[in-house]
């Protein structure tokens, strides 16, 4: 029975982070997995395969839109989908050996099973016991299901079947204006499936700045998604080859069915604590299912850490890395801090959108002076030449001492271009110092300068 310092439970973005930094701090660690590979839901069946195929049916959206204007005359490519399934796997794999090569260059010991929490100070992986001063549990999540609807990851999908499809549908339904729901519903409009959104609210993107989810959805339309908003969906029905979906308008309750080859459940997802035996360990939980944790990610239990998906938060894999690498500080005996208030968030479409800080409408329930700041792509030298114009950059600042508040961003490279405002947010910035921070010239970063110009004495390119 080997002992260690720590050991996580899970290699996601936030298990395996947390392994390399304990070893990196001098910790005799473990981390234990039970699937196959390691990189947990982002490497296998999320952040990375469902960016391979955005990438990929980017790139044919080019081609059959933009080329022929820029002189790049020819027929457009034709799709052949295995082909973009076995490079969607490739990049799965490169990802996940890198983990592998991760563990073996900082000697983290890959536990391969599924691991359970006996008592405090034990994890259990088949029939062996071992010993750690530190359990950090980092399991994650998985989808939420949705009753009526029964997922059999071939005609009623989750992401994780939506990734692998035999074939192209002609007709997807995605139940849900979410993330996973616009993320893939454009990866399959963009093959040429005919694809209906249906989404319980009146908006996209819950929780986003109002003026980004109009501009969003208005995008998605124009890139041929339909959506059904306001409808809460039933339950699906299914045959051998087809699917039906029924739902109900929430405005006058009437009933509706939608026909699909494909259908695509992306209502949101939900920690993943199955096998480990936290109820009889005592571990406290939220009422939503997660693992309740103090400041320093420890449990009720002692020397039990969480984090990740599994913990409260925005379900986001630089969220669990960053968790991660804060909690392998703490039981190192330093002081790790993630900055909760400075998260962006990204969606991978095209444009993408990103967003971090606050939305002008929760400065608006805070009460709370402030000016705002918008900056169109049109107006941008870079995005123009690239047919990227579409979407503009908005800044947030308080009104009295022009300190950033937020950001919120849909255009090209829009999640590449958040990352500048992150960091004047975390220096406490003002819009004034971001707007006196000489940019490049021509690009789309000239953007976010003009957005914080416009806080100020006005943008110039407008
Ligand atoms: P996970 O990545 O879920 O890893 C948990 C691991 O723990 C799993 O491998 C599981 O097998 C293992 N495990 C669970 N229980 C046990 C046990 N008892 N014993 C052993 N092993 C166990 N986020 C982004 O930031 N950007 C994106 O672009 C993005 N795209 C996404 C696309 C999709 C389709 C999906 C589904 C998610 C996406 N996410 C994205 C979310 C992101 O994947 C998660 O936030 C992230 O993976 C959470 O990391 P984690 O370490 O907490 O857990
Ligand atoms: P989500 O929470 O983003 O969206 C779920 C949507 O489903 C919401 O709009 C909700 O109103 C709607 N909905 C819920 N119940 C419904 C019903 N009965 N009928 C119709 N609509 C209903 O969840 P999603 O898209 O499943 O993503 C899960 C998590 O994965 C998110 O927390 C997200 O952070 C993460 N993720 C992140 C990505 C990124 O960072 N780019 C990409 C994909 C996922």
């Known amino acids: 029975m080997a002992t260690y310092d720590a050991i996580i439970i899970g290699s996601g973005p936030g298990g395996y982070v947390c392994a390399i930094r304990c070893a990196q701090l001098g910790l005799k ?9 390691l990189g947990g839901t982002c490497l296998n069946v999320g952040c990375i395969p469902s960016k391979a195929l955005l990438h990929a049916t980017h790139m044919l959206h080019e081609a059959e839109h933009n080329f ?3 002189g790049l005359k020819g027929k457009s490519p034709s799709v052949d989908w295995d082909q973009m399934l076995s490079y969607k796997t490739s990049t799965i794999e490169q990802n996940t050996k890198g983990i592998e090569f991760l563990f073996k260059k900082n000697k983290v010991d890959w536990i391969k099973g599924w691991a359970s929490i006996p008592e405090a100070g034990q994890v259990k992986v088949g029939d062996e016991v071992h010993e750690a001063r530190n359990i950090i549990i980092a399991s994650g999540s ?12 071939k005609r009623v999908v989750t992401s994780t079947g939506a990734l ?7 007709k997807m339904v995605v139940i849900g204006a979410g993330v996973i729901g616009l993320e893939l519903g454009s990866v399959y409009a963009r093959l040429g499936a005919d694809v209906t959104v249906v989404e319980f609210l009146d908006v996209v993107t819950p929780g986003m700045d109002a003026e980004i989810q109009k501009n969003f959805q208005k995008t998605m339309k124009k890139q041929g998604l339909e959506f059904i908003m306001g409808a809460a969906v039933q339950k699906t029905e299914t045959t ?5 979906v029924h739902y109900k308008l929430r405005k006058d309750d009437s009933e509706h069915v939608l026909d699909a080859d494909v259908v695509l459940v992306a209502t949101g997802r939900k920690p993943y604590t199955d096998g480990l035996g936290l109820d009889a360990l005592g571990v406290k939980m939220t009422d939503r299912g997660q693992i309740a ?3 320093t990610w420890e449990t009720n239990v002692k020397g039990v850490y969480a984090i990740g998906d599994v913990i409260e938060g925005p379900m986001l894999a630089h969220k669990a890395e960053d968790e991660g690498m804060a909690a392998a500080e703490q039981v ?17 479409t095209h444009p993408e959108v990103a967003n971090v800080g606050a939305t002008e409408e929760s400065l608006k329930d805070q009460g709370r002076a402030y000016k705002v700041g918008k900056f169109s792509f049109m107006g941008n030298g870079r995005a123009k030449a690239n047919f990227a114009g579409d979407g ?24 590449d271009l958040i990352h500048e405002i992150c960091v004047a947010m975390e220096f406490g910035a003002s819009a004034e110092d971001l707007a006196m921070t000489c940019h490049a010239h021509p690009t789309y970063s000239e953007a976010v300068r003009e957005a914080a110009l416009a806080c100020g004495d006005g943008p110039i390119h407008m």
Do not use: Q, W
């Open 164 to 170: 692998e499809l035999g074939k192209v549908p002609k």
């Open 332 to 348: 190192a005996g330093k002081h790790g801090h993630v900055n909760y208030g400075v998260i962006p968030g990204v969606i991978y």
């Open 392 to 415: 503009f950059v908005k800044i947030l600042a308080d009104k009295d001492t022009d300190r950033i508040l937020g950001a919120h961003i849909i255009g090209p490279m829009a999640g």
């Open 240 to 244: 051998k080859t087809k699917a039906k």
């Open 68 to 70: 022929a204007a820029m």
């Open 293 to 295: 944790v103090n400041e």
């Open 142 to 153: 998985e989808a939420a299901s949705l009753p009526g609807v029964e997922v059999d990851e």
């Open 29 to 37: 660690v473990a981390c234990v997995e039970g699937r196959e590979t």
